[in-house]
């Protein structure tokens, strides 16, 4: 009987969930506060202004309805930062290599290189590391000719509007090749 009792009291303590060692939870005591009011005397910000498009000024308008010819281009720079800068650019040397320069004049005569052609029968691994280029008998020269290299004349002028433009003279084709790579880096 005894056994019984201790079964029975031990069942009834398990089935209580032991309640007696239950905390108390602090969120379940919390109340919800009430929202934040605006103060009546406050007022909203002015965003009307917010979405307006903003006008050009007539500076910049004159500068775009400046033509510029196809073998040139205008940078808002005076002639001497234009000219430091198409150096820069033409430095590069992917383009061509200065082949002289003069200061006073604010020119550059550029020597282009050969541009890859895409009909080439050659893949990218035989051009650069196939023997034909050393080939004896070859003296160093590629096996497309001997034409020399084209050069191209670049001029920094100053433009109407304080700017400056940046001209080319030569190969039609080169030119435009030259002036596309300064407009791609130069902006303009």
Not at 11 to 22: P, W
Not at 107 to 126: C, D, H, I, W
Request: charge should be positive; hydrophobic fraction near 35%; proline fraction near 6%.
């Amino acid at each position: 009987m005894k056994k019984i009792l201790v079964a029975l009291v031990l069942s009834t303590v398990m089935l209580s969930g032991c309640g007696m060692f239950r905390s108390s939870k602090a969120w379940e005591k919390a109340k919800q506060e009430n929202p934040l009011e605006i103060p009546p005397n406050m007022d909203r910000p002015n965003v009307s202004d917010a979405l307006t498009i903003p006008t050009v000024n007539a500076q910049h308008e004159q500068a775009a309805a400046t033509t510029v010819s196809p073998n040139s281009l205008h940078l808002p720079n005076d002639v001497d930062s234009a000219y430091k800068r198409v150096g820069l650019a033409l430095g590069n040397g992917d383009i061509g290599a200065i082949a002289s320069q003069s200061d006073a004049e604010h020119t550059y005569q550029v020597k282009m290189a050969p541009k890859m052609e895409l009909g080439s029968k050659q893949g990218f691994l035989q051009r650069h590391f196939s023997n034909t280029q050393d080939a004896p008998g070859s003296s160093g020269s590629s096996t497309s000719g001997d034409k020399a290299a084209p050069t191209v004349m670049v001029q920094v002028k100053p433009a109407a509007d304080g700017g400056s433009i940046v001209s080319a003279t030569g190969d039609p084709q080169q030119v435009g090749r030259l002036i596309g790579a300064l407009r791609a880096r130069l902006g303009g």
